[in-house]
Every structure is written in structure tokens, then in C-alpha cells.
């Protein structure tokens, strides 16, 4: 008894010992063989190289190294950090394979006082703070056979779903050094915002990276033969001259990018004298010849698109929808043109809306769509002190979608058909009309532009990390790579954003507050004339304490009885206001919390009683 009871204990420490070798095995053979594989179950597969990336990595020519910069010290520091750095790596071993041996990857550990580290400075990496006085780094340099250099500073977690179209930026800008050249011509501080320490706005910064950015201030004349491309926003008292050089530009085949505006909200936050200067903008003379109708006093309301905004109301706090702020999901942008095909939100504030022209032989396509049931509303309503609720309660669904930007093409017609105007350049041949049927993109909004409007901001060692809640930046961008034709990086912008709304809690909200609103507004009425009531009968004519009859008395008993009930109502009218939303939360945050431990626990005892259950039959089986 005593032999098989050490034969069964040999057995159980030898078949511990092997499953010991063969877990160690699999992880090392895991980790040498499989780590390269994934599975991506993410709902957009966002850690899957995209087909623009795999066409560009294939279509290489110019080869490429990249260096991977990873301090020791911040692995040591930082497990997370160790973690992130290994996915990194293992991505850009996955751009390598693609590229067929156009792309070499380095992993470097710039130590304290080395040449790396001085390498890592000279390219422009930004150094991480390790708290114990050194620093450390965590980025990425690209370099391609002319020396030419990219960088990426900062790696950040928080922008790990933005990693490879960080890295494809960066390979495109060192596969294609030449930059096309972009005029630009604002009204708008894009390149330099005092109210930012006079740093340029992230759209600006962005389309630096691709584009040859210049800009153009001042009475134009003309401009440069190389200048492919223009970007005009929020065009304010431009003068003849400069409308001419635009007008022939357009004519001429440049591509033209217009923001228009019937209120910058952009605008009029930095203004020194708030309302006393137009905040709408316009190039009416021009869009007028080229059959292209915007009306500056007009802004969409549209509760479809409606973002969701603070306001007071009675004595609390309440959550209403801005119908002129809004932000457009991909049932809003035009699935069949490239500009907005792969693009996930766009934020708009203050928007207006262009059409055609009646009569006008020129074709329009949209962009930017609101839903059908949107209303056009006076623009004065939201530029000086604009009141979500008045908004809400003076809403009248409209029978149309309405177009915040689109492309507009056809063989346009000068606006100045009699020749040019006084004081105009004319070395080259006035265009009556355009030889070519030409493009340009109008955009009815130029607070997109802001980083007001889709960006958040955080501190990550020290340093300030944005992060995109709606993808503005790649809108623009697109539209200039459609102008310029170039459609490498389209598919990939805009593929996530930081911001992913509780689309479910956001539509309980806005129901409860169509459902509670009215009754809330008339308890507010009757709880104001009750006050009303109230305060004459307590007060003389004369403005001293009045004398009142026992009669009079009792009234005043009464109305506060019913303001005391009113208020009652009140408060079970805001409770009930919230009470489907809590309820929601609560769901939520017991199946995340409560349930998956339940299960799991759940299952770990039907388990048990399992096991237990065949052991009792097999001592059964063996006793008989």
C-alpha cells in the first residue's frame, strides 16, 4: 500500500515538474516564434495594418530607417512604459516586413552622456523626466538616403491607437521629401495664436508635417508658379486685388479650399471689443460668378448632430442639447467620397450652409450633411448671448438636408468679366472663364479649425499630449490630398477617436429632457406667478408692510402651500429627469464590476461540484 502511495506521489512532483518545462517552453516559444502574430478584436481593427499603409509600404522606393529610442531607465521606471515599447517594436518590424526590405529598424538605449543620446538630441526627441534628476527617451527617428529627418518625440500610450498613422506620416514624409506647396491666406491666428503663447493651432501643425505651408498676408497680386494649392479662411475685407489674384488662381487650375462662416465663434473669442466687429466671413463676389449660393446669416440647427452643453435653467445645472454646435458621426459624411469615407466625427460650431446657385451649371457634391429634419436659423440667435433652450423651444424641423461643405466642379466664369480690376497685376492673360472644368472644396464653418473644438489635452511625464475627439485635422487634410490628388494617407486618417460617446446614455438623456422639459417649464411658471402673488399681497401700496384681513391671510397660507407643493413637484419632476439615466450607470457599472466576477465564480463552482461529483462515482466504482 505504502509503495503504490509513493508511486502515485513520485508520479504527482514529476508531472508537476514537467508541467513546469513545458509552460517555460511554450512562453519562450511563444515569444521567439509567435510574437510577430496577433489577433486583432477590436471593433475597427485598430491594430491592423490599414490597405493604404500595405500600398505605400509596397510601393516604397526611397529607403528608410527607423530608430526606435528607449532610455533604459523609463523601462525600468515604468513596466507600462516596457510594455509599450515591446508593441512598438514589434510594429515596426511588421512595416519592415511589408516594405521588402526598404525599411531597417534600430532599437537603441541612449545611455547617460553617449553619442546616442546626443543623436536623439540633434534629431529633436524630447526627454522624459525619470524623477531621480536624469532623463530618459521614448520616440522615434526616421532617416532616408538624403538625410533628410522625421521624428516622432514623444511616444504616447494614449495615442497608441493613433500609432500607425503616426508611423505611415512618417514614412510618407521621408519617401516623399517634396512637399506640395499650399498658400494660405486667414483672417484667423492659425500660425501663430497669442491666446496660445503665439504656438500655431494643431491643424496647422498637422498639414506642416505634409504640406509646404506659406503664408500669404497683405494685398496679393499673385502668386508663386510653384503654389499648387490654397487655403483661404475666414476671408475678411480681402481687397480687389487680392479677389482677382484668387479668381484667376481658381480659374487658372489651382486648387481652392475655402472656410466661410456666418459666425466664427474663433473669432469672436479673440476679439478685443466682443460684439462690436462682424464675426461672419464670405466670398460672395466670387462664389456669386461661380454659382456657388452661402448666406452669412444663416447657422444649422440640426438635434440629430446636436452636442450636449451645460446651462443653467431654474436652480440647477441642466444638460441640453446646443442645436448649433454640432458634431457629425458617419451617418453625417458622405460614405462615397474619400475625403469623409474613413472619417469617424467631425465638430462643427456656429455652421452655416452652401448650395447651388439657381441656374447655376456647376456640380455639387456634399461633405458635410446634416439630417433632413434640420432647421436654417438667424445666425443673430447664437452671436452675442445664444440660449440653448430658446433654441430647442423655437425649433421647427425643417423637410431637407442642408450642405456644410462640399465640392463644387464645373467650368467656372470670372468675377470680373470686364478685365481686372484697378491696380491689379497683369503680366499673364485675363481668364474670362476657366478652360477646364475646375474643383473647389467650400466649407461653411471655420471653428472646425479651432482646437477648441476637437481636441482634449493632458500631461504625461511632464509633457502635453492631444488628444483628437473628433477627427477635424484629417478632414482638411484629405481635402487638400484630394485637391492635390494624392490619396496615400486618406484611408488611414481618422480610423479612431479619443471620444467614444455613450450613444445609449446620450439618447435616454435627450429623450428625458423632451419628456420633462414641458412639464418642468410650466412648474417654473406657475412656481414664479405663485412668488408673484405672494410678494403683492405682503407689500402696501406705499412699499411698507401691508395690513392685512384674516381673509388675506389665509390666502397667503394657501399660495405658500401650493408653492411649497410646487416645489415638491419640482424636485420629482428633475429626479425623474435623471432616474433613467442612474438607473443605466448602474446597469453599467454592475456588469463590469459585479458580473464578471459573479460568473467567473459561478463557473468555478458548477466546476467543482463536477470534479466532485466524478471522484464520489469513481471511489464508488472502485469500492464495489
Known amino acids: 500500500m505504502s509503495g503504490k502511495s509513493f508511486d502515485r506521489r513520485g508520479l504527482a512532483i514529476a508531472g508537476v515538474a514537467l508541467a513546469l518545462v513545458l509552460l517555460f517552453s511554450l512562453n519562450t516559444f511563444g515569444a521567439l516564434v509567435l510574437r510577430p502574430l496577433r489577433i486583432d478584436l477590436t471593433a475597427d481593427e485598430q491594430f491592423t495594418l490599414s490597405e493604404g499603409t500595405l500600398k505605400l509600404l509596397g510601393e516604397l522606393e526611397e529607403p528608410v530607417e527607423l530608430r526606435l529610442y528607449v532610455s533604459s531607465g523609463i523601462r525600468e521606471a515604468n513596466p507600462f512604459l516596457a510594455s509599450y515599447a515591446d508593441r512598438v517594436h514589434d510594429l515596426l518590424k511588421a512595416y519592415a516586413e511589408a516594405a521588402n526590405g526598404r525599411i531597417s529598424v534600430r532599437y537603441i538605449d541612449p545611455e547617460p552622456f553617449s553619442e546616442e543620446e546626443d543623436r536623439a538630441v540633434g534629431f529633436g526627441l524630447q526627454p522624459i523626466s525619470l524623477g531621480d534628476g536624469t532623463t530618459g527617451y521614448f520616440g522615434i527617428a526616421g532617416t532616408n538616403s538624403t538625410d533628410d529627418a522625421d521624428v516622432i518625440a ?60 506659406r503664408y500669404l498676408g497683405g494685398e496679393i497680386g499673385s502668386f508663386d508658379e510653384d503654389m499648387e494649392l490654397l487655403l483661404v479662411a475666414h476671408p475678411k475685407g480681402l481687397s480687389e486685388r487680392t479677389l482677382y489674384a484668387i479668381d484667376q488662381f481658381v480659374l487658372g487650375g489651382g486648387k481652392l479650399l475655402v472656410f466661410v462662416d456666418p459666425h466664427s465663434e474663433a473669432a469672436a473669442l479673440r476679439q478685443q471689443r466682443p460684439g462690436m466687429e462682424p464675426t461672419s466671413s464670405d ?17 444649422v440647427a440640426d438635434p440629430s448632430a446636436a452636442r450636449q452643453v451645460q446651462f443653467p435653467s431654474g436652480q440647477r445645472q441642466q444638460i441640453v442639447d446646443y442645436l448649433a454646435w454640432l458634431s457629425l458621426d458617419p451617418s453625417h459624411l458622405n460614405p462615397d467620397q474619400p475625403i469623409t469615407a474613413e472619417l469617424q466625427r467631425v465638430n462643427l460650431a456656429s455652421a452655416g450652409f452652401i448650395e447651388k446657385k439657381e441656374g447655376a451649371e456647376v456640380e455639387l457634391v456634399p461633405l458635410l450633411i446634416s439630417s433632413p ?65 475646375v474643383s473647389v472644396i467650400v466649407v461653411a464653418d471655420t471653428d472646425l479649425l479651432d482646437d477648441r473644438s476637437w481636441l482634449a489635452r493632458q500631461n504625461l511625464l511632464g509633457q502635453e499630449v492631444t488628444l483628437p475627439l473628433a477627427s477635424n485635422a484629417d ?27 455613450f450613444t445609449r446614455i446620450i439618447a435616454i438623456r435627450r429623450e428625458a429632457e423632451q419628456r420633462y422639459r414641458a412639464k418642468e417649464q410650466e412648474l417654473l411658471d406657475r412656481l414664479s406667478e405663485l412668488e408673484d402673488k405672494l410678494r403683492k399681497l405682503q407689500v402696501s401700496d406705499d412699499g411698507g408692510a401691508a395690513v392685512l384681513s384674516e381673509a388675506q391671510q389665509q390666502e397667503i397660507e394657501n399660495f405658500r402651500s401650493q408653492l411649497l407643493e410646487t416645489r415638491a413637484e419640482l424636485r420629482e419632476v428633475q429626479r425623474a429627469l435623471r432616474s433613467d439615466i442612474e438607473n443605466l450607470k448602474a446597469r453599467i457599472r454592475f456588469a463590469n464590476i459585479g458580473a464578471v466576477p459573479l460568473l467567473v465564480g459561478l463557473v468555478a463552482i458548477g466546476l467543482a461540484l463536477v470534479r466532485r461529483a466524478r471522484y464520489r462515482r469513481k471511489v464508488t466504482t472502485t469500492t464495489a
Do not use: C
Open 154 to 213: 514623444v511616444l504616447s500610450p494614449e495615442r497608441e491607437r493613433f500609432l500607425e498613422f503616426d508611423l505611415t506620416r512618417l514614412v510618407y514624409n521621408l519617401a516623399y521629401p517634396d512637399k506640395p506647396v499650399v498658400g494660405l491666406v486667414t483672417g484667423l491666428p492659425m500660425n501663430g495664436d497669442p491666446a496660445l503663447q503665439y504656438k500655431p493651432w494643431q491643424v496647422y501643425s498637422q498639414l506642416a508635417q505634409q504640406f509646404d505651408i
Open 283 to 299: 466670398l460672395a463676389e466670387l462664389f456669386d460668378a461661380w454659382g456657388i449660393a452661402f448666406d452669412e446669416n444663416r447657422v
Open 373 to 437: 429634419q434640420a432647421q436654417a436659423i438667424d445666425a443673430e440667435e447664437v452671436r452675442l448671448f445664444p440660449d440653448p433652450l430658446k433654441l430647442i423651444g423655437d425649433y421647427e424641423p425643417g423637410d431637407e438636408a442642408l450642405y456644410m461643405a462640399a465640392v463644387v466642379t464645373g467650368r467656372f466664369e470670372s468675377a470680373f468679366p470686364d478685365g481686372p480690376p484697378e491696380g491689379a497685376e497683369t503680366t499673364a492673360e485675363h481668364r474670362r472663364e476657366a478652360a477646364e472644368p
Open 475 to 501: 478632414f482638411v487634410a484629405n481635402a487638400l490630398d484630394f485637391l492635390a490628388g494624392s490619396e496615400v494617407l486618406m484611408a488611414l486618417r481618422g480610423r479612431d477617436v479619443a471620444l467614444r460617446p
